[in-house]
């Protein structure tokens, strides 16, 4: 996938690929050094979680645009990106044209949102009220946690991905469990399919 969306950028007169990776790591690396106008980021990088790196970034002051591609539709994971400093939220399922277009839109300042996933139903989530979606009351980073552990990430590997102490990823994984009412990575992984939360690599 990522060899076609660089063709895709490639193949249009304006855009220049400057660099390619495959893990997250590497992915900050070159945002650091190289200082793109955009970084497309998946959403399930390796060794490092994305939304640390759009955190990273963020704080560091660099000026590059990012935009996450995902399989993910639900709303937290939708307004947990965007509240992290991403410019752009698309599926992987988009079109070419979506990619291109988010491209222009987030160049010229705006935010964009894969129209498929509706940004009414984001922000404005009807009559439903914050207390009746436990999901909701996950803090940025149980919910980070809580994403990983739903695809199968060992503790040790989430503290990595999130440069978090092994001892404060366990108490982020206890206050989640509680606030959701689950008592297990089983019970955790049986939610989140109900759902659709869990991601397709």
Same mark, same amino acid.
């Given at each position: 996938?990522?060899?076609?969306?660089?063709?895709?950028?490639?193949?249009?007169?304006?855009?220049?690929?400057?660099?390619?990776?495959?893990?997250?790591?590497?992915?900050?690396?070159?945002?650091?050094?190289?200082?793109?106008?955009?970084?497309?980021?998946?959403?399930?990088? !390796?060794?490092?979680?994305?939304?640390?790196?759009?955190?990273?970034?963020?704080?560091?002051?660099?000026?590059?645009?990012?935009?996450?591609?995902?399989?993910?539709?639900?709303?937290?994971?939708?307004?947990?990106?965007?509240?992290?400093?991403?410019?752009?939220?698309?599926?992987?399922?988009?079109? &070419?044209?979506?990619?291109?277009?988010?491209?222009?839109?987030?160049?010229?300042?705006?935010?964009?949102?894969? !129209?498929?996933?509706?940004?009414?139903?984001?922000?404005? !989530?009807? @009559?439903?009220?914050?207390?009746?979606?436990?999901?909701?009351?996950?803090?940025?980073?149980?919910?980070?946690?809580?994403?990983?552990?739903?695809?199968?990430?060992?503790?040790? @590997?989430?503290?990595?991905?999130?440069?978090?102490?092994?001892?404060?990823?366990?108490?982020?994984?206890?206050?989640?469990?509680?606030?959701?009412?689950?008592?297990?990575?089983?019970?955790?992984?049986?939610?989140?399919?109900?759902?659709?939360?869990? &991601? &397709?690599?």
């Amino acid at each position: 996938m990522r060899e076609g969306l660089a063709a895709l950028c490639q193949a249009q007169p304006h855009l220049h690929v400057v660099a390619q990776c495959s893990q997250g790591a590497v992915a900050l690396r070159l945002i650091q050094e190289q200082r793109p106008d955009i970084a497309v980021l998946d959403l399930n990088l !390796p060794d490092l979680y994305t939304l640390e790196i759009v955190r990273r970034v963020r704080s560091q002051g660099l000026a590059s645009k990012l935009v996450v591609l995902s399989t993910r539709r639900d709303r937290k994971t939708v307004v947990e990106a965007l509240r992290s400093g991403v410019s752009a939220f698309l599926l992987k399922s988009a079109p &070419s044209h979506e990619l291109l277009e988010a491209f222009d839109q987030i160049l010229e300042g705006g935010v964009y949102v894969s !129209p498929e996933l509706e940004l009414n139903k984001i922000f404005c !989530p009807g @009559e439903r009220r914050p207390g009746d979606d436990p999901l909701q009351s996950l803090s940025s980073r149980e919910y980070q946690v809580f994403s990983l552990l739903c695809d199968g990430v060992r503790a040790k @590997e989430i503290a990595a991905r999130l440069s978090l102490s092994p001892k404060t990823v366990d108490t982020y994984r206890a206050s989640l469990m509680r606030k959701l009412d689950i008592h297990d990575v089983a019970g955790l992984v049986k939610f989140a399919l109900q759902r659709n939360l869990t &991601s &397709s690599r």
